[in-house]
C-alpha cells in the first residue's frame, strides 16, 4: 500500500493527528493517525462501497427502506453518504464532522459531493449536535473512529440517549463498532439501555466489525420469510448481499424458527 498524502492536523484536545492518503491497486484509502483504514473509494466507481462494513451498514434498509432525514456523524472519505446520495433520491443528509480537514480532504480526494437541497455537512461537534436536535432524523449513523478507538464523546450513555431522542418515531441508530475494542460490551450495553433493549447486531461480512442498529420502537416486519423476501429485493435493486445480512443477524440475535426477536 502507497502512500499517497499526507497531513498534519490537530484533535480536539489539541493533540496532533496525522492525515494519510494511500492508494493500492486503484483503491484510494483514507488513514487518521495510524495504518487503520479509516474510509476506502474504488477510484473508478467513487460510490461504490468498497469495505464490507459500510455495505453492512446498510442493513438498515432491511427495517427503515425510505428514510427522509439522515443525519451522520463522522465524515471519514464519505462512502455511506455518497452511495445514500445515488441510490436514495428522497433522503436528505446531513453529516456532522468536526475536523475541518477531513471535510476538505474527503471532497477533493474522495469525490464527496458539494453542499445542495439534499446533502450538507457541518463542521462541529456531532455529540452537541444530537443534544441539541431532538426528532430531527429517520435515521442516524455514527462512524465516530479517531484512528485507535471509538471517540469517547460518541460512546457516552448521554450521547446514545440524545440519539433516540433525536429520532422519529420510526427511526433507527446505526452504529460501528469494533468486536476487538475492549469497550465493545459496555458500548453495546449502553445502545442497548438507550433504546430499551430494542437493538440488533449485524456482523459484518469482514471480521472485526459489528454494525448495531438500535430501534426508537421495535419494528413490525420480522418473520424471516418476510426479511428474506425484502432482502432479495434490495439485492435486486442495490446489488448489495442483503440475504446474507439476513443470514448473520442469526449469530448474535435472540431469534425463534421462525423470527427475529427484538
Known amino acids: 500500500m502507497k502512500l499517497w498524502k499526507s497531513w498534519r492536523g490537530t484533535r480536539r484536545n489539541g493533540v496532533s493527528a496525522h492525515v494519510e492518503i494511500s492508494e493500492e491497486d486503484g483503491i484510494r484509502y483514507l488513514h ?5 483504514i479509516q474510509s476506502g473509494m474504488r477510484v473508478s466507481a467513487p460510490d461504490e462501497l468498497v469495505l464490507a462494513y459500510t455495505r453492512s451498514m446498510m ?23 455518497k452511495w445514500i446520495y445515488r441510490h436514495l433520491a428522497g433522503s436528505q443528509q446531513v453529516v456532522i464532522e468536526l475536523n475541518p480537514q477531513v471535510i476538505d480532504i474527503a471532497r477533493r480526494y474522495f469525490c ?3 453542499d445542495d437541497e439534499r446533502f450538507a455537512i457541518v463542521q462541529g461537534d456531532g455529540a452537541q449536535w444530537m ?10 449513523l455514527v462512524d465516530g473512529y479517531d484512528g485507535v478507538a471509538l471517540v469517547e464523546e460518541l460512546a ?3 450521547f446514545y440517549a440524545a440519539c433516540a431522542r433525536a429520532l422519529t418515531r420510526e427511526g433507527v441508530l446505526v452504529v460501528n463498532l469494533w468486536g476487538s475494542d475492549r469497550r465493545y460490551a ?13 437493538v440488533v447486531c449485524v456482523p459484518a461480512l469482514q471480521k472485526g466489525n459489528i454494525i448495531v442498529l438500535g430501534f426508537k420502537r421495535s419494528p413490525v416486519h420480522l418473520r424471516w420469510d418476510e426479511l428474506r423476501e425484502r432482502a432479495r429485493a434490495l439485492e435486486a435493486a442495490y446489488g448489495l448481499e442483503f440475504p ?4 448473520v443477524l442469526r449469530r448474535l440475535n435472540p431469534h425463534t424458527d421462525t423470527r427475529l426477536l427484538i
Open 32 to 36: 487518521l493517525g495510524t495504518d487503520t
Open 186 to 198: 459496555e458500548n453495546l450495553q449502553r445502545i442497548e439501555g438507550a433504546f430499551e433493549g430494542q
Open 244 to 247: 446474507r445480512f439476513v443470514e
Open 156 to 158: 457516552t450513555e448521554a
Open 131 to 140: 443534544h441539541e436536535h431532538a426528532d430531527s432524523a429517520d435515521l442516524i
Open 112 to 114: 464527496v459531493p458539494d
Open 59 to 81: 442493513a438498515f434498509l432491511l427495517f427503515v427502506p425510505e428514510p427522509a432525514r439522515v443525519v451522520t456523524v463522522g465524515l471519514g472519505g464519505g462512502s455511506v453518504n
